[in-house]
């Protein structure tokens, strides 16, 4: 088949979109885990090196909600084709020796990548039967998460044995075999209209967005009361507010809030950006106690990437376990019921965390509890949203998502500061955490008990 005629089979057509999903983990593992190679490399303080992350995210923040509307149309094929492209020229910029700068722009070409998730989403709901969609959208809702599992140290040991730029060659790699079978596979849209574009409002969305995640994801360094920092968050805040203002008067927003906090799609975001807190809470902190030499466990970068392949695997399972959920109890309990295994991950590391072995136990329940609530949002989300309205909707998912992240690894590192530091601050901060996250799983109950409206 060709990409203009019926879509082709279903596990090709899904090995394709999972593997486009998957770009979201290949930049993430292109990030965090090289910055300390990074600075020495470049011999930067590792706050300058902190900008191949940070420009990452700008760029995803910004153009996820844009592409998720022009997905919505006839555009959406060469939207993903456009995206992969600029995707691989990124990374190729990234791994030609050509300086830092050249580094960051081609850091920042690759946070494109971050934005297509919802653009493959969408394709699955045109072209998959119903019987088979709801397990193909959990398979492309975990792929990021447990793709950026085995990334992790996959990236970090290339860059050890054989050179930073070499890890960007992999990735380029491995964008261009995605957009080769994205060009072969993915079927252009029946839909004939193109989705108009608020640009105003994405002005405002990506200038609040933007502005936040630079003040939170820098907060540490600049001290969360100086100017700059301050000055950004306010600048964010407001952006926001206006963003909403326009969005609730306009006739075509770029995403309709109306539609985001109706029954069945409320719930699914409240945990989108909950549970990014508290997922990049964990994450952070378990690379920290295994790392650190003074009240950790003084372990190298090595064992601590590997610490997230047990949680990219039990990902996967959680994934399959939430089909089952939603099956057996029905919708209104699945998201409680991931918030609270995941849970049992942060609680049980405040409790117990003097080995090794018990860093991997709680990353895998960590890991088991993601799978289970992350591969559920689109699952619950898509029944509530009319078709063409899917890649805005998920597009808002996933920058509540980012922004959790982002929030997430930032505040964990600030909360250990405030609470003292060392293993108390490191007590404190997960329970903290474990507070808000329950907050959240009492909220999602709360929400998936309104009664739904389907979409037509």
Not at 334 to 344: D, E, H, K, Q, R
């Amino acid at each position: 088949m060709t990409a203009n005629s019926q879509p082709p089979r279903y596990g090709v057509l899904l090995f394709t979109l999972s593997l486009v999903t998957t770009i979201t983990s290949i930049v993430s593992s292109l990030g965090a885990p090289l910055v300390p190679k990074i600075s020495t490399e470049f011999d930067i303080e590792i706050t300058q090196a902190q900008w191949t992350l940070t420009a990452t995210l700008l760029m995803a923040a910004i153009s996820t909600p844009v592409l998720g509307r022009l997905g919505g149309g006839s555009w959406r094929r060469p939207t993903i084709l456009v995206g992969l492209l600029i995707v691989t020229a990124g990374c190729v910029l990234s791994a030609l020796p050509l300086g830092f700068v050249a580094l960051v722009i081609g850091r920042t070409f690759q946070g494109v990548g971050m934005a297509l998730v919802p653009l493959a989403m969408a394709v699955a709901r045109e072209s998959f039967a119903v019987s088979r969609l709801a397990p193909a959208i959990a398979i492309l809702s975990v792929a990021g998460v447990a793709g950026a599992g085995l990334g992790y140290p996959i990236t970090a040991t290339v860059a050890d044995l054989w050179g930073l730029h070499t890890a960007y060659w992999l990735g380029a790699s491995l964008s261009l075999i995605t957009l080769i079978l994205a060009l072969r596979y993915i079927p252009s849209s029946r839909a004939s209209t193109r989705m108009p574009v608020d640009w105003i409002g994405a002005l405002l969305l990506s200038s609040g967005t933007g502005t936040f995640l630079l003040a939170v994801s820098h907060g540490e360094t600049w001290g969360w009361l100086s100017a700059r920092t301050l000055g950004l968050a306010v600048v964010g805040v407001a952006a926001f507010t206006l963003w909403i203002v326009w969005s609730l008067r306009c006739d075509q927003p770029l995403v309709d809030l109306r539609l985001a906090v109706r029954p069945g799609v409320a719930a699914p975001n409240l945990v989108a950006a909950g549970g990014g807190i508290a997922m990049y809470t964990l994450l952070t902190l378990v690379i920290v106690l295994v790392q650190n030499p003074d009240w950790g466990l003084d372990k190298s970068l090595t064992v601590a990437g590997l610490m997230l392949t047990p949680y990219s695997l039990m990902s996967v399972v959680g994934s399959r376990l939430s089909l089952a959920a939603v099956s057996r109890f029905g919708p209104d309990l699945v998201l409680p019921l991931g918030c609270a295994i995941f849970m049992c991950s942060t609680v049980g590391l405040a409790v117990a965390h003097n080995h090794v072995a018990w860093a991997v136990l709680w990353m895998t329940i960590g890991g088991l509890g993601s799978g289970f609530s992350f591969s559920s949002l689109a699952v619950l989300i898509i029944p509530h949203i009319p078709s063409e309205e899917t890649g805005s909707a998920m597009a808002f998912n996933l920058v509540l998502r980012y922004l959790g992240f982002t929030v997430g690894s930032a505040v964990s590192v600030a909360l250990m500061a405030v609470y003292g530091g060392g293993d108390q601050g490191f007590v404190l901060t997960l329970i903290t955490v474990s507070v808000v996250f329950a907050a959240v799983g009492i909220g999602a109950w709360l929400l998936s008990k309104r009664v739904p409206t389907t979409a037509s």
